[in-house]
């Protein structure tokens, strides 16, 4: 059974980097089926998918459009972990923020959401 | 980008009785859909794959059926601990999306 357990700062300054990490247990971030994704959910965007990070034979990333010259997601085979940095944020980057592990396309297993609100 | 549009938005239902809601997307994702479900304070929780596979420990009075544009969620008889919102997503065309979501309340 996979089970993801973020962990990371729940408020950020206007202009900061948002940085959350999501350990895995019960398989591994270097899986060859699974990919690891940040998505957040506010009340104004709904459930919104930042992006992803992934191992193929080769180590990958996509992410959204709307987010793409602002955000990092790396992973951490040491620890079996990944990990989200969003630079630069805004008021609007308030969220609840997730991890969660997708199976071809389908968002099977998710963290427990890490509510950030951007705030001096 | 995929627009994946449900209704209704708010779905007032009395326990015991029967729920349909509704995912329509703006191009065919085939039987690409997955249906999850929110509870206050919790992540979503995956209930359908591949629009009518029903994940691991999902109770039989839930059915989802469609393809192309056109899905429905189905609750036979609603139980108190399925008043929830309840989410569409496809996967058939990159990149996923979800619909904006449609709560099933109380009547």
């Known amino acids: 059974q996979v089970q993801l357990q973020q962990s990371g700062p729940r408020l950020v300054k206007p202009t900061q980097t948002l940085s959350l990490t999501c350990a895995i247990s019960?398989?591994?971030?270097?899986?060859?089926?699974?990919?690891w994704n940040w998505i957040r959910q506010s009340p104004s965007r709904g459930l919104e998918w930042l992006g992803r990070t992934y191992y193929r034979s080769k180590w990958d990333n996509d992410y959204a459009v709307s987010v793409k010259s602002r955000i990092t997601i790396n992973p951490d085979t040491s620890e079996n972990q990944f990990s989200l940095q969003l630079n630069s944020v805004t008021p609007e980057d308030t969220a609840v923020y997730y991890c969660?592990?997708?199976?071809?396309?389908?968002?099977?297993?998710w963290g427990q959401g890490t509510l950030v609100t951007v705030s001096s | 980008e995929t627009r994946m549009t449900q209704s209704p938005a708010t779905l007032s239902v009395s326990p015991g009785e029967r729920a349909t809601l509704s995912c329509r997307a703006s191009?065919?994702?085939?039987?690409?859909l997955a249906w999850y479900q929110q509870k206050p304070g919790q992540a979503p929780r995956l209930l359908f794959y591949?629009?009518?596979t029903r994940a691991t420990g999902v109770p039989a009075r839930f059915s989802g059926s469609g393809s192309g544009t056109e899905f429905t969620l189905t609750i036979s008889s609603l139980q108190s601990e399925d008043f929830a919102i309840y989410y569409c997503q496809q996967y058939n065309n990159w990149p996923w999306t979800f619909g904006q979501g449609t709560k099933v309340e109380v009547k």
């Open positions: 591949g629009a009518s």
């Open positions: 191009q065919s994702v085939s039987t690409n």
């Open positions: 969660v592990g997708v199976r071809g396309g389908v968002f099977e297993y």
């Open positions: 019960g398989d591994s971030v270097s899986s060859n089926t699974l990919t």
